[in-house]
């Protein structure tokens, strides 16, 4: 069975920092495009961050450029995002997410369509 399991949320305070794990089990996800995106009380879920399957290439929302690193480590099937300068804005439920079809450089704008985790609470005090 795939599972993608979140961990390392948390309640920390403004100017904190983070870091949130993604361990994928059931399948190898190297060749998977991986990522993550954020769902606020209220809002609709949008796109953090997502690292390409070959190269490593990472693709940030302009909301958390310069503050959050995506990287992962293929032989742990893990994903990772660093969060540094977090706001009270950071607040919210943090989602990783794997697609073996959509490419990494798409999901700011198209919802992958693989797997999904069950999520992780941020919580940003100001």
């Known amino acids: 069975q795939v599972q993608l399991v979140e961990s390392g949320g948390g309640l920390v305070q403004a100017g904190g920092s983070l870091r949130l794990s993604c361990a994928a089990s059931?399948?190898?996800?190297?060749?998977?495009?991986m990522g993550w995106f954020r769902q606020a009380p209220g809002k609709e879920r949008d796109f953090v961050a997502a690292i390409s399957w070959i190269g490593g290439r990472t693709y940030y929302a302009d909301s958390v450029k310069g503050r959050f690193t995506i990287s992962r480590d293929n032989a742990k099937n893990t994903v990772y995002l660093q969060m540094n300068s977090l706001k009270p804005e950071d607040t919210a439920v943090y989602y990783c997410?794997?697609?073996?079809?959509?490419?990494?450089?798409?999901?700011?704008?198209?919802?992958?369509?693989?797997?999904w985790g069950q999520g992780t609470q941020v919580t940003v005090s100001s």
């Open positions: 997410a794997a697609d073996a079809v959509r490419a990494a450089q798409t999901w700011a704008t198209k919802t992958p369509q693989g797997y």
């Open positions: 059931g399948r190898s996800f190297s060749s998977y495009a």
